[in-house]
């Protein structure tokens, strides 16, 4: 690594995230001039962008080749409050907060105090969204049944596209032009409302040329006081780069990651969007400019990869915004999910691993880096070659890269009725969720607890948390005859809660689409600029709508114990149950020894399981799957948990599985942790009998000990188990490579281990950050990973 | 003859150091010797014996069951596409698994039925009968030398090896495919005269395609605690990881394709 890359790795790493009231201040500013009274909302949304834009710090880090901060500096998180109003309480919170803390200056709390919440309060989203909601909703939502992501973050849950890396924002306002020209004001109702999303979406493209530009004014004048010939040259050639791109369309590697970056700062400034924004398939993206630098341009491989390496330090540099409530709970990290994507297949079905494909992975082994994170898709076409040099990288045991099966994202995309172009051209971003790049807004709208339907299907309704009756009245479960009767009143009670869920989705949506459309983003994402519609209003060529199932293995073992125990082998009765789980199998050890070792369990490649696995699977996929959302599109399933397992789990008692209450859940489509007692192969058998291909994604968590994977031979057969997961249908499986004794021993003196990063669920983390019970839950998962 | 059912103590699933790819293990009970540093103690009984469920508490389970050929095979098929991507597939361990030899023929000629790879771990004391009938449904012997001095290995083994030599020399003559498994007791197998007698036999054999050398391990002690045995070996240490390349070095100055663990 180069000493220029080392300081700017070092700068990030070190520096404290802490709260920056810039854009807040600025936004403040200009809503406070009253333009937005006189002009539309999207025009009013365009101003407000390019006002912060137009007016805020400049910051050029020493040494850097790509340039762009979101705040003032460095680690500098912003505040979004017209979508969330932090109160003082707040503030607090996240400055003290054990994990995942933001400082807070007294300067900011005054600010904050005497401008920020006294403009904003009451008009922020998220007050809007909880006046609209039911009080079946609210009941829910408060009692953890759902966990609901646009509360205090944008829809955002997209990826650029190619067609972003070839185009300036003067190419983007020429088809602005033409849309214009193309209204049809007799004939189209929506002819104005178009017009005015159009012309937002032009000032937003001027509004990142202004930024681009400013930049380009501080380094031509940094270069005037540069007294080193060498960085002087370099920031007179950041200049001139900031003038041409992103303007115009980038010519080379460098003018391209400087223009993605500048597009990057821009979506995740006009909104807080959910996993900030994407460059994608960046070994395709960049492949062309990267061809012709080396070929034509004479420049080195080695100067290409100090200017990713420099790129990659930008996505670290941006903590994810502050999150507070249940959002903190479901997603309690500074990542921000920016997922590169590397490998998979060309538009013609080809393999797409190119020379760039293995630089990249070179520049993640060395950065070893929280953000952004990566990950490859294996194809039927990728060479073995490409997967061994990935999963050596994944041995290094920082979680990165996760693996991806690419026929299995592209069948998902094709059964969702996209063009299989689209499909190819797409990838996973987030933690695992399938999209098509540059073409679709998927939007994960929050995470759905099945075990607690369940509990409140054992409890006739009542949530046994507070005694209130949220649920529908499906029966006491001690008068159940048989399995079916109980699974019969858990599936009436799972759609009674989808449909409340989509209820709310469908009013929140439109809370967007109506005040906080973002004509930034519309003109990256086709075809928005094509129909003149706003990406949160459906101007995407896709437009998918998904709830999260969370706690698959819990579930199954839990629904399983229940047949196995009391409906057939008649161990105890459903009263002896309902009382264990009440008071939390004290007093009840015969039962829980009796669940815990005696009961099949799911993950072992045992049918009997594994077929309860596969029922909740098809009636939770019936109750969401295919049902419109309102920007012409449809509800979806994927099954992933980001942090929300823990949180799902400190909502529930004791549940028939032997789990005690308030204990995590298991976590996306893994096996309750220390329950798969076969090993990976079985492990991998049980999670390929639900069908992946009608998700939008699955998060499959596999731990090894450095053992396993330290000789060569042993990691061409964790390829092997790869592979054959992916015949099977598998979406995604991510590698946990850390010893339980290292864990401990980072649990017990935290400031030894600052850098070490474990995967936690389709993300990887600091483990030193993560909270005292899923730093205990990676230790009892990776302990098992032992063979 | 063929046999429907047999003992096991253990089915063991993603085996990746018993044979190429990844393989399902399954672990017959039953051996009649008695190496005094046996990692498996429980597998010495052919039939199924109680053992304390861990070093502290007064309460047994049973180890080792009854089995059906069908069972075996059922538990083996479920990881066909596993031997299929990463050229695996399935070995038969023990105990001395010949000790049941109609049961594993079974379960081998299944495998070979269904074309699946087909390994055998084993010390090789057997009569050469019984060698002879189950090489054809063997792909791989994983073949176990200890000693080569009779006396010696009797003292440490309780059985005469002429038995064992005399197989693996038949096997060679045969042209089976051998791997030799050398266990490394420091001061038993890995003496000066035992290395030397050790290579001169195998450099005498001519289808060994290579040796592993297993480094001894403590993985048992807590076991014969368990199983209310005594451990013969308290003494012992752990080889280092020097002393293993050393020994390495060894046999590869001598010709001889080797490597370290299975």
């Known amino acids: 690594m180069k ?94 907060r054990e994990k995942i803390s933001f400082s807070v200056d007294d300067e900011t709390r005054r600010i904050s105090e005497e401008r920020i919440v006294p403009f904003w309060k009451g008009k922020s989203i998220r007050e809007k969204i909880f006046d609209n909601m039911t009080t079946e909703w609210i009941d829910a939502y408060e009692a953890g049944v759902f966990t609901e992501f646009m509360e205090q973050r944008a829809p955002g849950h997209t990826v650029s596209g190619k067609h972003v890396f070839h185009m300036g924002f003067s190419d983007f306002k020429k088809e602005i032009e033409e849309s214009i020209n193309n209204l049809d004001f007799n004939n189209d109702p929506e002819a104005y409302a178009k017009k005015e999303e159009l012309k937002a979406m032009e000032i937003a493209a001027d509004a990142i040329i202004i930024l681009a530009n400013r930049y380009s004014d501080k380094a031509k004048k940094l270069a005037l006081e540069e007294t080193d010939a060498t960085r002087r040259e370099e920031l007179e050639k950041i200049a001139e780069i900031c003038s041409y791109v992103p303007e115009y369309a980038p010519r080379t590697t460098w003018e391209a990651l400087q223009h993605y970056w500048f597009i990057h700062l821009g979506v995740i400034t006009e909104l807080n969007t959910w996993d900030s924004f994407n460059p994608g398939r960046l070994d395709q993206n960049l492949i062309t400019f990267y061809e012709e630098d080396i070929n034509e341009r004479n420049i080195s491989v080695g100067e290409i990869k100090e200017l990713l390496q420099c790129f990659w330090i930008k996505f670290n540099n941006q903590p994810a915004p502050p ?56 194809s039927k076409e990728t060479p073995n070659d490409f997967l061994m040099r990935a999963m050596k990288v994944v041995r290094t045991g920082f979680g990165q890269p996760s693996i991806f099966n690419t026929e299995a994202i592209v069948q998902e995309m094709l059964n969702q009725g996209k063009s299989i172009i689209d499909a190819r ?58 399995f079916e009767d109980l699974f019969e009143a858990f599936t009436n009670q799972l759609n009674h809660f989808i449909d409340i869920k989509i209820e709310g989705n469908n009013i929140i949506e439109r809370l967007w689409a109506a005040n906080l459309p973002s004509p930034f983003m519309s003109l990256l994402v086709d075809d928005c600029i094509e129909k003149g519609k706003d990406y949160n209003d459906g101007g995407a060529r896709y437009n998918t709508t998904y709830i999260q199932g969370v706690g698959l293995g819990t579930i199954t073992d839990s629904l399983t114990s229940l047949k196995y125990n009391i409906f057939e082998e008649k161990n105890f009765s459903m009263n002896d149950l309902l009382l264990a789980l009440e008071n939390n199998f004290e007093e009840h050890q015969t039962i829980r020894q009796i669940v815990l070792n005696e009961t099949p369990k799911y993950g072992n490649d045992d049918d009997y399981a594994d077929e309860i696995t596969k029922r ?37 008692g004791a549940t028939p599985d032997g789990r005690k209450a308030k204990e995590p859940l298991s976590e996306g489509i893994s096996p309750v942790q220390g329950m798969d007692m076969k090993g990976p192969t079985a492990v991998i058998k049980s999670a390929s009998k639900i069908d992946h291909l009608r998700t939008g994604g699955t998060l499959l968590n596999q731990k090894f000990t450095p053992e396993i994977l330290k000789k060569d031979e042993d990691l061409e057969k964790v390829s092997a188990l790869i592979r054959a997961y992916f015949r099977m249908d598998g979406h995604h499986i991510q590698f946990n490579v850390v010893s339980a004794d290292t864990l401990r021993k980072a649990q017990e003196n935290p400031e030894r281990f600052k850098s070490l990063i474990v995967r936690v669920a389709g993300y990887s983390d600091y483990f030193i950050n993560l909270g005292e019970s899923l730093q205990n839950e990676i230790i009892k998962r990776t302990e098992h990973g032992a063979i | 003859m063929m046999s429907d059912s047999g003992y096991i103590f253990d089915i063991k699933k993603f085996a990746i150091h018993d044979g190429p790819g990844i393989r399902t293990t399954i672990f017959l009970k039953g051996c009649s010797m008695d190496c005094w540093w046996c990692h498996n103690p429980e597998s010495r009984n052919l039939k199924p014996e109680p053992i304390l469920k861990t070093n502290n508490i007064d309460e047994q389970e049973i180890i080792g069951r009854e089995i059906s050929v069908e069972e075996v095979l059922h538990e083996i098929d479920k990881d066909m596409i596993f031997y299929e991507e990463s050229g695996g597939g399935v070995t038969i361990s023990g105990g001395e698994a010949l000790m049941q030899h109609d049961f594993l023929y079974s379960i081998l000629k299944k495998c070979k039925e269904k074309n699946i790879h087909t390994a055998l771990d084993t010390s090789g004391y057997a009569p050469e009968e019984i060698i002879r009938k189950i090489t054809g449904v063997v792909d791989l012997f994983l073949f176990d030398l200890k000693l080569i001095d009779e006396e010696t290995h009797e003292k440490h083994t309780g059985v005469s090896n002429r038995l064992i030599l005399n197989n693996l020399k038949f096997l060679d003559d045969q042209e089976e495919n051998i791997i030799i498994r050398i266990p490394i007791i420091p001061g038993f197998t890995d003496t000066e005269s035992n290395l030397l007698q050790i290579s001169e036999f195998i450099r005498n054999l001519n289808n060994v395609q290579s040796v592993n050398l297993l480094p001894y391990n403590k993985m048992g002690v807590e076991k014969y605690k368990r199983l209310k045995k005594l451990y013969k070996l308290t003494e012992v240490s752990v080889p280092s990881e020097e002393r293993m390349n050393e020994l390495k070095i060894y046999f590869k100055n001598k010709g001889i394709k080797v490597s370290i663990g299975g």
């Open chain 1, 3 to 96: 000493e220029r890359v080392r300081k700017l790795r070092e700068q990030s790493l070190t520096a404290e995230p802490y709260l920056s009231l810039e854009r807040a201040t600025l936004l403040t500013d200009f809503y406070e001039t009253g333009i937005v009274e006189d002009v539309s909302i999207p025009v009013a949304r365009a101003l407000a962008f390019k006002h912060i834009l137009e007016n805020k710090e400049i910051c050029i880090n020493e040494g850097e080749l790509i340039v762009g901060e979101r705040g003032p500096e460095p680690q500098a998180a912003p505040t979004y409050p017209e979508i969330c109003v932090h109160s003082l309480d707040d503030l607090n919170i996240l400055n003290s």
């Open chain 1, 323 to 378: 999150k507070v409530g249940v959002t903190a709970e479901e997603s309690n990290t500074y990542t921000d999910f920016c997922l590169i994507n590397l490998g998979g297949v060309k538009e013609d079905g080809s393999n797409a691993v190119n020379n760039l494909s293995f630089l990249l992975l070179d520049v993640i082994e060395e950065m070893r880096i929280l953000q952004p994170s990566s990950m490859v898709q294996i």
């Open chain 1, 425 to 482: 051209n797409g990838g996973a971003s987030g933690c695992v969720e399938t999209g098509a790049f540059g073409k679709e807004a998927y939007i994960l709208s929050g995470y759905f607890n099945t075990v607690k339907i369940l509990e409140l299907t054992l409890n006739n309704g009542i949530d046994p948390r507070t005694g209130k009756q949220i649920g529908l009245k499906t029966g006491d479960a001690t008068t159940f005859h048989a």
């Open chain 1, 616 to 652: 909740v699977f098809e009636e939770f996929y019936k109750a969401v799957n295919g049902r419109p959302n309102t920007k012409g599109g449809h509800h979806r399933i994927n099954l992933l948990p980001t942090t929300v397992h823990v949180y799902f789990g400190s909502v529930l």
